[in-house]
């Protein structure tokens, strides 16, 4: 048993079963046992690779992207660059390195990054230091100083935590944690859901209350103080009923009750409630789209192709499966969604492109 499970356990014995969004926040948040709170889980050697980890590329990327929406945006300087939850830092580290070409862009930015794992601010503080002192820490997006924004979470809504619903007689009751047989089980807890639509029985809705509160604070941020916000994660596009919470753990699904702490925990991200969010707050909203459009159309080929021209045939093969990865139907290109929030009147590319 993980020191994590006690812990839980210990909770539903004092206190009755515990919703699946509080379970998921004691797995990934707990300050002593959490998931993120406790190692870095990336890498070939972790539990899975994100798309920074994948390739340079796609960095570099959502870089060019950022630096275009700053001046669509009408270049506001000083303006903050926000990323949510950096992992290694890989991904803000290859935005410095196209950001290098735009010294008018670097000049207004100054770095600010969320992050609630001390184990992996300390890697990003390390992946960063080309970067100098001028990076700054924060626990919580609302701890931001004012002034305008750039902002880029990939991978980060899917940690948030999810409540989830079971059709059972007709209406929707919250799914729990609690112990069965002396063993952490699912089950139906007192909680319901008034407003969501007809299912089959056992059905299963999710709704993502952090993950759209989020949303709504940023996109208030935007339409009062300028900039853009760039959200990408594995997700759908339309709401609708469906299990996704998974556990991940060493690049295999795995029980979402087992080793408590010691799994990655995520559910895929219902784009639309945070494109709803965002629309109740007055922001422009463009998305989702597919992450193989979104790098395709912003020249992942090209770069590709650049990067591979005079390298040898084992480089070449790599920038080949990387672009396969990260664009491709197999890979990350059709789950994987992007999702656009500007002040109303701006047409960040490649969003409305027909592709
Ligand atoms: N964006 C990175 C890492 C994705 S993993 C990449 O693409 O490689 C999720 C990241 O969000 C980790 O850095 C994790 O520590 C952080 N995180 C998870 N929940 C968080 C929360 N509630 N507040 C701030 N950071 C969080």
Redesign the pocket.
């Known amino acids: 048993m993980t020191p994590l499970e006690s812990r839980i356990r210990a909770l539903i014995e004092a206190n009755g079963p515990i919703t699946v969004a509080q379970y998921m926040a004691h797995c ?2 707990d300050p002593e046992h959490g998931y ?1 709170t406790t190692r870095d ?2 890498g070939a050697g972790g539990d899975f690779v ?4 994948v390739s340079q590329m796609f960095g570099e990327i959502v870089g060019a992207w950022l630096v275009h929406a700053w001046r669509l945006c009408g270049a506001p300087s000083p303006i903050r660059l926000v ?6 830092g ?2 803000m580290a290859d935005v410095f390195r196209v950001a290098r070409r735009a010294s008018d862009f670097l000049d207004a930015i100054s770095v600010h990054l ?4 001390p184990v ?1 601010a300390a890697r990003q503080a390390e992946t960063l230091t080309q970067r100098g002192t001028g990076i700054q820490w924060h ?2 997006f609302a701890d931001i100083p004012p002034g305008p924004l750039l902002l880029i ?4 809504f899917d ?2 935590p999810i409540r989830q619903f079971v059709r059972v007689e007709g209406s929707w009751r919250e799914r729990v944690v609690g112990l069965v047989d002396d063993r952490l089980a699912f089950g139906i807890g007192p909680g319901r859901l008034d407003d969501g639509p007809d299912a089959p029985g056992g059905s299963v809705l999710e709704t993502s209350p ?1 993950g759209e509160a989020l949303a709504a604070t940023i996109a208030r941020r935007v339409v009062d103080e300028g900039g853009a916000a760039l959200l990408i994660d594995y997700g759908y596009a339309d709401t609708t009923p469906g299990d996704t919470l998974q556990a991940v753990r060493g690049h295999a699904y795995a029980d979402p009750l087992a080793r408590p702490g010691q799994a990655d925990l995520s559910a895929h991200v219902d784009f639309a409630a945070l494109g709803r969010s965002a629309r109740s707050e007055g922001a422009a909203v463009h998305g989702p789209m597919t992450q193989g459009a979104f790098l395709l159309s912003l020249g992942l080929l090209e770069r590709a192709g650049r990067l591979g021209a005079d390298s040898d045939g084992a480089t070449r093969d790599g920038l080949l499966a990387a672009t396969q990865r990260l664009a491709g139907q197999a890979g990350m290109g059709m789950l994987f969604k992007a999702l656009a929030v500007t002040r109303p009147g701006l047409e960040p590319p490649p969003f409305g492109a027909r592709i």
């Open positions: 990934l948040g993120y889980p990336f994100t798309a920074p980890e990323e949510l939850g950096p992992g290694r890989a991904l969320v992050e609630t794992s992996l626990a919580s979470a990939n991978e980060f940690a948030l952090t």
